[in-house]
């Protein structure tokens, strides 16, 4: 655990809603891995390469809402190009996706 961050620093991360609109198998990823295309409204549609191939279909992504950090400097993994971060809890070896518990408009900013 990383002990008392600076306030400002946290506040510099841009963290949104966003929906999946498509998600497919990243085959060029050291790990088990999805691409994720997700809309994020004024924002447009961005790119994830996500480690969540334990407890997510492809089709049970389709249309969901997830929460990302859309600010971090893209990272290119595999052949695919992130540009933004997908965030999720860690529960033993599987992630579980953070979600708002009702429907937002995408590109909605997480306080």
């Known amino acids: 655990m990383i002990k008392d961050i600076n306030f400002e620093h946290f506040s510099k991360a841009d963290l949104r809603v966003g929906t ?20 994020f409204g ?4 961005l790119k994830s390469s996500a480690q969540i191939t334990e407890k ?3 089709n049970d992504l389709l249309d969901k809402q997830i929460i990302a ?4 400097p893209e990272k290119q993994i595999g052949k695919s190009l992130s540009s933004c971060l997908v965030l999720g809890a860690l529960n033993k070896s599987e992630v579980d996706l953070l ?9 909605s900013v997480i306080e």
């Open 42 to 45: 004024p924002i447009g549609v």
């Open 69 to 72: 950090v859309v600010n971090l």
């Open 56 to 58: 997510y279909q492809l």
């Open 99 to 107: 979600i708002p518990n009702k429907q937002v408009l995408n590109g």
């Open 20 to 39: 999946i609109i498509k998600a497919t198998i990243n085959k060029e990823a050291n790990k088990p891995s999805y691409i994720l295309n997700i809309d």
